[in-house]
């Protein structure tokens, strides 16, 4: 068990290797892809199992890597509560994945899968890297089976596309990969462990400039606002595989990165540019709410409402708080079910009709009852209706931005609630509802038993995140703590320290936020006045560390 | 019995598994209509119990936590799935499982032969759900998921014909104005949580916790924006000012489903919310003074353009909608029992209403598929002399009537006359106590004389369809008038559970029950509320019986105005509407409101998408990450007629660079 | 003084044939005018005390170089340049070799000889002979160095031969 | 007067001494040779380049030949860059050469001849041996890039890099003289020792200049804008597989003499060079880049690619610390592997008289030579710096070096550099695996020395690029 | 007096002569020749530093360079012979093939 990390990560490797060497045999290619990313999964599920609900990183590994010259880089992985859903999550998505085009992919099969097969490697290498450069390398290698599904399996205007999302993604991250080599070289000689950077106390202005890099490759990948123009291209162009995992994990990434590394590395530049990450996420959910009310093509109206809803993650991420953080991690899990399952649900319609044009359909919901019913539920999850998934997520989010210094903004971005039912729902009603009047839309067929399958995960995984999301937040809560604690800790500690005399620190922008809500009044928690019931404050709790 | 109020909304749910999952293979109608109202009815059953064991017990234990599982925990956030009776969640789970029955129960008859019947089942039974869970939730998200789940419901069942693009469009609007009006909800709850929270230390949503702490919040300030916010999901759900519009659109849907969303339960949620919710209103005369307003004007607007509707359930879809703002004047003057007191009245005379309209649009509709007619079931200008061939109908429809208008002794005249006097003599709104009442007043006699209008159309008169289909008109079955009797037997003395002191001292002082047992309820709203009261409430019994009179008055006014113009002398309607064409198109027109949001919200909202869209996403957002794009391959076919293929241009080159390398090292 | 004299007129026949061999229009007017001023260059070697690289600039330059590059002209039978095409690049092209002497002369005139002296005085060099001096480093110190010029030699034959040969 | 001689040590010329007599034995043997079996004496010249292999004196640091060489691990280690550079070209040869219709046996003695010129390049610890191993090698290349000397642009080509080479050489060669003359030697130890000891040479401008017109002098020969403007004509004239030769090889020659003497000799102007060394990394990296986006023939493309590789290298020669260095040292080696794989392809999908090299014209290669695409695929990527591949790792130890050194904003310019390459390695993938074939292929013939030439420099490319230690631990000692 | 700076102008000049003509000369064995006019420039300067050093380096050098000169005389010439084959021309302004 000491290896199930990499067991894990390279399981679909060797599928990879397994498909090379296999005949051109579609169906036993197929089964093969689809028979590894079910193993993976499986494997996966372990790790939910003996997860220890502890804030430290497990299933550790650390084998030194590459030893030369000034550097050192370690093979160094390992999950903690953050990570560990976002490791699920790419494991469940894929087999839905591979699934998701079984017929729609007749030419190059083995190419395809080999793709996809490598997008997983590349996805959980780096959700498990503690190494900076090792994730830098996984986070690279994602490009490349990404670039080859959307440009090569993609549609009419592939090629633009795949292109842009490549070299779109590139620009952001190659400016990371400066921001890395500079924070190793302040750290010292060592290795590119993430727990050790940490505690480098970087001054503020370093600190702006090396978030900055870091934020510019994962606001790319997020996408947020300005920076999200290759999103709607590389999802109407990417094959349904390619858009689902795209939506369902890659965006992940971006945020994963603030989570993991962008706040906690950098403190201080993390509250001075929270106004106006938070402005930009905001910006983004309404803005892309708005453009996605007006789309034409079904599948570019999903992918804007990919913006909005990650616009959602990072206000919840920069709220800084349990709450918010919480709410973000579960808001990335939920969009990856939601909005995966929208892509497929788009793909569906996609294979029997060869248009996404809204305006080609109407009415699809007497023809397609089953693919109505699913529909609609995941329209209403994406909606964010209580009971489903999208609820909890969002209003966690919403809950943690409105405790923190983020108010303002929070209170801006609820109004992407509204705006959510509005394009979600004049999209479900204009394809769904209304007169079947197009002759070609009243000899569609209804889902087979594959694509139910396929859903099927889906949907269950909706109601159960929507009803009892408890385990995924107990489980995430003590690395969420630690989080906090390290972000605040660091924030606060080279203005009460002002070591070196000259250290005269540009006080973050902002007043020493507030996060946390209680973290002020947090010192009595034993109020008298607090009512039977009220949760304690967790052990780990940032209140009762900043002391 | 307590213990088990998670069943309550259990049955539903279950109900609405099966027939959800399984109702396309069942097929048989009976069972799936059996499952559908057994699953309400054992709810009701067990609400019974529960009624009966809160009466048993002394007022000061009738409140109990049922705390399900921990639903949402993180950090110092804690939102359990858990249940709240006391007596006013009880009311309103007597009331709403109780209609909910009957309403199923119509509704087999009702719904015979639709396609996708067990659909209709189905959501009828997730909405019943929703609707418990509102009522029942402990704490405001449990609320909020019985807020949204009948929004969503409202959205299936309104889009229950959803070849019909209109049928679309109006579900499609119900959810956003009530999504709307959840935004509202969600930043007032995340509002009063922070505000709690920071200040007081108790990070709760629990409305008992809330109340416990309530003492912490201030008058005005956060309190008013925290309880306007509130107030804003309250108009949406409940069809006010401004977010009223849904409403009538919300026709589109089968009958039962307009008797069930916009009748009896899901427009009251906003009642009862503020009811819930009254300790922290309370705090905020503003708010308070914003209720009232909002729901007088509501209750005069509403009613207005209802006496112009020619389509029998957008009549009463209006008075719904000012029916409702009758109730949050109630709330808004503090009269909180009054409020809920209404609202049970309202459920049981509106739902009687609309289904006796389903009745006879069943009836209509059968009759003129049977005549192969075109002509409108539910238009009016089509009806005329039912009673003759629908008399249960008409007996229930006039009873509640009746009681709509508030003629002495029918329940609705019990609760109308209760708002009206504490309307006028509440002591926290001043100058504006009068202005209130009168305005309550007149939307009073707009409701007898639009009421009537209805009915005199409907059932007095000739009958003004072809005489073919004359012929096919006949009384509904069994199924469906059973529910009309209950319900109209209901509309009737419901009201005697709640007599005014004023009537109660006359037979021997009989207390007015329904306050006395929501007292405990509304016991700490009353008290803040005398901390800021002007005077006390002046209690003049000789005044109060003016007002009451007046208002009996005010009806009698308003029927016999609809008895002149649509039974006596049938064509001063024709006549009215050229005389004034503007106000009757505006009216008719339901005041252009619809048009008017169009213009201000819609369009712009439409316009602003498309532009930032075509305008700024793709042509400057996108058009800069190209032009870069564009700009470097611009760079790129220019640089390269650098290389010009000569060589002496190369060495030009060589010899040039070098120059300037040594010219500056030299030279600098 | 009879030195500078001298050396003025040796150098500014260099100078002048040297523009000549960039002036001029016809080929062999150049490859002259370049003999020429390798001979000059021959002259400055001698006043330089170099008398053996002043026989071997005539031999293998003046000779055998220019004999080739003659040969070749002849070979290819060419004639006057047709026209001067390019006069803005002789324009841009003078400007650049005027700034080019101007960065010369101009440090040239500002450097010192700082470099570490031997002992090869003009003394030792009569004593011993020019060319015993030089064929002792070329096969002591710089034995290397002679190696490789045959290698170098080697390839410029093959070479020559793979491309100009008629047939192969 | 006796002629004493010096201390030798053959030892430390035993590679090139081998390569020698190999290569002067096959002009013989080539006499006896058919023209249709030349390819035998590619066989002969690999075993004579695995000889010189191992004749290699690993480890050792030894000066022979009065200082005019220096056997040590940086010799060392271009010396394998050069055998393998060498022997992958080789490997491509006889193919391409047939197909053109060239097939002559000298071929392969001028490019052993070549790689002896690099590897003195290499060890030369003397301006002179410097400058005879340049020419070595230049001489060759001129022959090797007219060598198809019936196709007009192969003249050309030849011709043109014969007249820029000369006028560079000048430049040079007056570079040297002037360091001479500063410093009375050409032994770049010396040089070091007397700018260190006597303030007046390093202060002299005559020593300044020297430098300078030395650094335009090598920046020709590793083609560093603004003295590149050779390559693209001379790389696309070239026959291919000289192409891949020319843009691996000399250009790492190239880099071991500028190191070897800017490093050892020049210390003193650490602070001028490297400021022009960052002004040339950032034209030459954006020259090379940019221009290449527009090109459609895919040999000019890499020309221009190799130009911004240039540039690249020349990113961690401003930085000059131990990362830098041996990232260049890394890179080079890694450049070779990745750049003649690219070109042993294009040399197989080229038709004769250089045709079918556009970059339209690998339409649809993914579909039908699925192997074949996959590779050009690694190599390119590799070429573009994305991990796995060697290309990856190379550039991170340059750009992660200038970081060390505080050149923050050449790393980012460089990065921005190489993301503005990917569009246009991408663009030829495009063409092999988004466009429908419009030809098949047929003529692509894999012979086993392509396969093998083709399966090495994928090995070169990842397994660097995935287990990178022993090459970067080699590359860090042997820092010059 | 005479002074190693009179040599050293005079080769820069001459140097400079060399180099213009590369850069304006359209024919390429004028072009070549040229080139061998840089070289002895550089050779003047060498044997002048040999001398005022007092050492012999410098000298052998020009030896060297002289070796090279030849050797790319020779290749030079036969490149020349090789494209004129083909294009009738050594005109520089001819060998344009490639470009852009």
Not at chain 3, 73 to 79: D, T
Not at chain 3, 104 to 114: E, H, V, W
Not at chain 4, 305 to 325: D, E, P, R
């Amino acid at each position: 068990m000491d290896y199930i990390l990499s067991l894990i990560t390279f399981i679909p490797l060797a599928g990879v290797l397994l498909l090379l060497v296999m005949p051109r045999n579609n169906a036993m290619l197929r089964g093969v892809a689809l028979g590894t990313s079910l193993v993976t999964f499986i494997a996966s599920i372990s790790l939910i199992c003996e997860f220890k609900t502890i804030a430290d990183y497990q299933f550790v590994e650390n084998i030194p890597w590459i030893q030369a010259g000034s550097f050192q880089m370690n093979y160094h992985v390992g999950i903690d509560g953050i990570s560990l859903w976002l490791v699920i999550l790419t494991t469940f998505i894929m087999p839905i994945a591979i699934l998701s085009t079984w017929t729609a992919v007749e030419e190059k099969v083995k190419e395809y899968m080999i793709c996809l097969l490598l997008l997983q490697v590349g996805m959980l290498g780096a959700f498990i890297s503690l190494d900076l450069f090792l994730f830098y390398i996984f986070w690279e290698l994602m490009l490349i089976p990404m670039y080859f599904i959307i440009g090569i399996w993609g549609g009419k205007n592939r090629v633009y596309a795949a292109v842009k999302f490549f070299i779109y993604t590139m620009v952001g991250s190659l400016l990371m990969l400066i921001a890395i080599m500079y924070v190793y070289f302040k750290a010292g000689a060592g290795d590119f462990d993430i727990t050790r950077f940490y505690s480098v106390g970087l001054d503020p202005a370093t600190q702006t400039w090396l978030f900055l890099a870091f934020a510019l490759a994962f606001a790319i990948k997020v996408p947020m606002f300005p920076l999200h123009t290759w999103l709607p291209d590389a999802h109407t162009e990417a094959p349904t595989a390619g858009s689902v995992i795209l939506a369902a994990v890659l965006l992940k990434m971006g945020t994963y990165g603030f989570i993991r590394f962008a706040m906690p590395l950098f403190p201080d530049a993390t509250a001075r540019f929270t106004p106006l990450i938070a402005t930009l996420a905001v910006i983004g959910i309404v803005y892309a709410s708005l453009v996605a009310m007006m789309q034409e093509d079904v599948k570019k109206l999903v992918a804007y409402s990919s913006v909005a809803h990650l616009g959602f993650v990072v206000i919840g991420l920069f709220a800084l708080n349990q709450q918010g953080i919480a709410g973000g991690m579960l808001q990335m899990i939920n969009h990856g079910v939601s909005t995966g399952a929208l892509f497929l649900i788009v793909g569906f319609i996609y294979e029997r009709r060869h248009t996404r044009l809204i305006s080609d359909f109407g009415g699809l919901s007497k023809q397609m009852p089953i693919f109505a019913t699913i529909f609609m539920i995941v329209t209403f999850s994406s909606i964010g209706l209580p009971g489903t998934n999208g609820f909890v997520g969002e209003f966690l989010v919403l809950l943690g931005g409105f405790e923190s210094t983020l108010r303002p903004w929070t209170i801006i971005a609820s109004s992407g609630v509204i705006l959510s039912a509005v394009y979600m729902l004049w999209m479900f009603q204009r394809v769904m509802f209304g007169e079947l009047s197009n002759p070609k839309n009243q000899v569609l067929k209804d889902l087979n038993a594959r694509e139910i399958v396929i859903m099927a995960p889906l949907v269950v995984m909706i109601f159960v995140m929507g009803i009892y999301p408890t385990p995924f937040i107990d489980k995430m809560n003590p690395s969420i703590d630690k989080l906090i604690a390290q972000t605040k800790r660091n924030q606060v500690a080279p203005v009460a320290a002002p070591a070196g005399g000259s250290a005269v620190p540009v006080a973050p922008a902002m007043p020493s936020p507030p996060l946390g809500g209680h973290a002020a009044t947090g010192g009595d928690a034993s109020h008298s006045d607090m009512p039977a019931g009220h949760p304690a404050l967790p052990p780990g709790h940032p209140a009762g560390e900043a002391k | 019995m307590f213990d088990n109020v998670w069943l309550i909304p259990l049955f539903p749910l279950i109900g609405f598994l099966i027939n959800g999952l399984l109702g396309k293979k069942i097929k048989n109608e009976a069972v799936i209509g059996g499952i559908g109202t057994l699953a309400i009815f054992g709810s009701f059953l067990v609400s019974c119990g529960i009624l009966l064991e809160m009466i048993s017990r002394a007022p000061e234990n009738r409140v109990f936590e049922k705390v399900v599982f921990t639903w949402i925990h993180s950090g110092n956030f804690k939102a359990d799935m858990a249940f709240l009776l006391d007596p006013l969640s009880c009311i309103m789970i007597m009331v709403v499982t109780g209609v909910g029955s009957l309403i199923h129960l119509y509704s087999i008859g009702y719904m015979h032969g639709e396609e996708g019947f067990y659909r209709f089942f189905a959501y009828l039974n997730l909405f019943c759900m929703s609707m418990l869970l509102l009522v029942l939730g402990s704490n405001m998200l449990v609320m909020f998921i019985g807020w949204e789940g009948v929004g969503l419901c409202s959205y299936l069942l309104i889009g229950y014909y959803f070849h019909k693009k209109s049928a679309g469009d109006a579900a499609k609007k119900a959810f956003v104005m009530n999504r709307v009006g959840d935004f509202g909800f969600l930043v007032g709850l995340f509002t009063l949580y922070w505000w709690l929270g920071e200040n007081a230390n108790v990070w709760t949503i629990n409305f008992m916790e809330i109340k416990k702490a309530s003492h912490f919040l201030p008058y005005g300030g956060v309190v008013t924006v925290a309880t306007l916010c509130f107030f804003v999901g309250a108009t949406g759900k409940s069809a006010q000012i401004p977010l009223f519009t849904w409403l009538p659109d919300a026709m589109e849907g089968p009958t039962p489903v307009s008797a069930l969303i916009h009748a009896a339960t899901m427009v009251t949620a906003g009642v009862y919310m503020i009811g819930r919710m009254s300790f922290v209103f309370i705090k905020s005369p503003d708010t308070m003074m914003v209720i009232a307003v909002v729901g007088a004007a509501t209750a005069i607007f509403a009613a207005t353009i209802g006496t112009a509707q020619n389509d029998i359930k957008r009549v009463l879809a209006y008075s719904t909608v000012s029916q409702l703002g009758f109730m949050f004047l109630a709330m808004g003057t503090g009269a909180f029992a009054a409020g809920i007191f209404h609202l049970m009245t309202h459920a049981f005379f509106k739902a009687c209403l609309f289904l006796g309209s389903g009745s006879v649009i069943h009836a209509m509709h059968y009759a003129l598929h049977h005549a192969h007619s075109h002509d409108d079931a539910q238009d009016m200008r089509n009806m005329g002399g039912l009673r003759k061939s629908m008399p249960i109908t008409f007996i229930t429809f006039l009873v509640s009537t009746i009681a709509i208008a508030g003629i002495p002794g029918f329940s609705g005249f019990f609760s109308k006359d209760e708002i009206l006097w504490q309307a006028f003599s509440n002591p926290y709104h001043g100058g504006l106590n009068i202005i209130l009442w009168g305005i309550g007043a007149i939307a009073a006699c707009f409701t007898a004389f639009y009421m009537f209008r209805l009915v005199f159309m409907t059932f007095y008169g000739d009958c003004r369809i072809s005489a073919k289909a004359k012929g096919h008109l006949h009384e509904s079955p069994l199924v469906i008038t059973i529910p009309l009797m209950v319900l109209g037997f209901l509309a009737a003395v419901g009201g005697y559970i709640g007599l005014p002191k004023l009537i109660g001292e006359l037979f021997g002082g009989i207390p007015n029950y329904f306050e006395l047992w929501l007292e405990p309820v509304f016991e700490m709203a009353q008290e803040y509320g005398h901390q800021y009261a002007q005077s006390g409430g002046h209690h003049n019994p000789a005044l109060e019986w003016g007002l009451m009179g007046g208002s009996v008055l005010i009806a009698l006014v308003g029927i016999s105005i609809a008895f002149t113009m649509y039974v006596k002398n049938t064509d001063l309607p024709g006549k009215f509407t050229s005389t004034f064409p503007a106000l009757h198109r505006a009216v008719y027109n339901k005041w252009y409101i619809d048009e008017l949001y169009d213009f201000l919200f819609v369009n712009p909202c439409k316009a602003l998408g498309n532009f930032l869209w075509k305008g700024f996403d793709v042509l400057i957002v996108d058009g800069m990450v190209n032009g870069v794009a564009a700009v470097v391959k611009g760079w790129s076919s220019a640089f390269r007629y650098s290389e010009t293929g000569y060589v002496h241009n190369y060495a030009f080159v060589m010899a040039a660079g070098t120059v300037t390398i040594l010219g500056y090292y030299i030279f600098r | 003084m009879p030195e500078i004299l001298f050396f003025s007129l040796v150098a500014g026949v260099a100078i002048i044939s040297s523009i000549l061999v960039v002036a001029m229009r016809n080929p062999i007017n150049c490859a002259l005018s370049l003999i020429m001023t390798f001979f000059c260059m021959a002259t400055l070697y001698v006043m330089l005390d170099a008398p053996f690289m002043a026989a071997t600039q005539v031999i293998v330059y003046a000779g055998a170089i220019m004999v080739l590059i003659v040969f070749v002209i002849m070979l290819l039978n060419m004639r006057t340049e047709t026209s001067k095409n390019y006069v803005h690049g002789v324009l841009v092209s003078c400007i650049v070799a005027v700034l080019t002497l101007f960065v010369i002369s101009g440090f040239l005139a500002k450097s010192p000889l700082t470099g570490a002296t031997g002992n090869m005085t003009p003394e030792l060099i009569t004593k011993v002979g020019h060319t015993e001096l030089i064929g002792q480093a070329m096969f002591t110190k710089f034995l290397l160095p002679f190696e490789v010029t045959s290698i170098l030699l080697l390839v410029a034959i093959v070479g020559s031969v793979i491309l100009a040969k008629r047939k192969l | 007067m006796e002629l004493a001689l010096p201390q030798m040590n053959f030892l430390t010329i035993m590679p090139e001494t081998v390569l020698s007599v190999v290569a002067m034995a096959l002009l013989l043997v080539n006499v006896l040779v058919k023209s249709e079996e030349k390819a035998y004496l590619g066989y002969l010249s690999l075993a004579g380049l695995v000889g010189a292999l191992f004749a290699v004196p690993w480890g050792q640091k030894i000066s022979g030949y009065e200082q005019m060489v220096l056997q040590d691990n940086f010799s060392s280690f271009f010396t394998v860059i050069f055998i393998l550079c060498a022997a992958l070209t080789i490997l491509i040869c006889d193919g391409y050469f047939k197909k053109e219709g060239c097939n002559h046996g000298e071929l392969y003695p001028l490019i052993l001849f070549a790689t002896v010129g690099m590897m003195f390049m290499a060890k030369a610890t003397d301006l002179m041996t410097v400058f005879l191993g340049l020419e070595v090698l230049s001489v060759a290349l001129y022959i090797l890039a007219g060598f198809n000397r019936d196709n007009v642009k192969s003249n050309e080509a030849g011709l043109k890099y014969f007249l820029l080479g000369a006028f560079s050489t000048g430049f040079l060669l007056y570079g040297m003289a002037l360091i001479y003359g500063a410093t009375g030697t050409t032994k770049i130890a010396k040089i070091a020792a007397m700018a260190a000891q006597n303030g007046a040479v390093s202060g002299n401008m005559m020593f300044l200049v020297g430098m300078l017109l030395m650094a335009t002098g090598f920046s020709f020969k590793i083609a560093a804008a603004p003295f590149h403007m050779w390559t693209p004509d001379v790389y696309e004239g070239a026959p291919t597989p000289i192409t891949a030769f020319m843009s691996a090889g000399p250009k790492a020659a190239g880099f071991a003499a500028f190191l070897r003497v800017f490093l050892i000799a020049l210390p003193s102007l650490t602070v001028q060079w490297s400021d022009l060394l960052w002004i040339l990394a950032v034209l030459t990296m954006t020259t090379g880049n940019i221009i290449a986006l527009s090109q459609d023939n895919i040999k000019r493309m890499l020309a221009y690619s190799s130009i911004a590789h240039a540039g690249y290298a020349l990113v961690g020669f401003t930085a000059h610390n131990a990362s830098g260095v041996s990232g260049i040292l890394f890179y080079l080696l890694s450049y070779t592997f990745m750049n003649i794989g690219a070109f042993a392809i294009i040399t197989i999908i080229g038709k004769k008289g250089e045709a079918n090299n556009n970059v339209q014209d690998y339409a649809g290669l993914g579909t039908k030579r699925p192997v074949l695409a996959l590779c050009l695929a690694i190599f390119l990527f590799s070429l573009a710096g994305i991990p796995p591949t060697a290309g990856f790792i190379g550039k991170f130890y340059l750009f992660a070096g200038a970081v060390q050194e505080g050149y923050i904003w050449l790393a980012i310019i460089g990065v921005l550099n190489s993301a503005a390459s990917v569009y246009y390695y991408l663009r030829v993938m495009v063409f092999m695996y988004m466009k429908n074939p419009e030809e098949d292929f047929s003529w692509v013939k894999l012979t086993p020395a392509v396969m093998l030439c083709i399966l090495i420099a994928v090995a070169g490319v990842l397994i660097p690029g995935i287990i990178p230690n022993t090459v970067l631990n080699l590359a860090a000692i042997s820092l010059p | 007096m005479l002074s190693l700076h009179h040599y050293l102008i005079l080769s820069g000049i001459l140097f400079s002569i060399g180099a213009l003509g590369v850069l304006i000369r359209r024919n390429a064995i004028v072009i070549f020749m040229c080139v061998e006019l840089m070289l002895n420039a550089v050779n003047l300067t060498f044997i002048a530093f040999s001398r005022y050093l007092g050492n012999i380096d410098g000298q052998i050098f020009v030896f060297f360079v002289m070796t090279v000169a030849a050797a790319e005389a020779a290749v030079g010439l036969a490149l020349m012979i090789a494209f004129y084959k083909n294009r009738e021309s050594i005109d520089v302004e001819d060998i344009n093939l490639m470009k852009l």
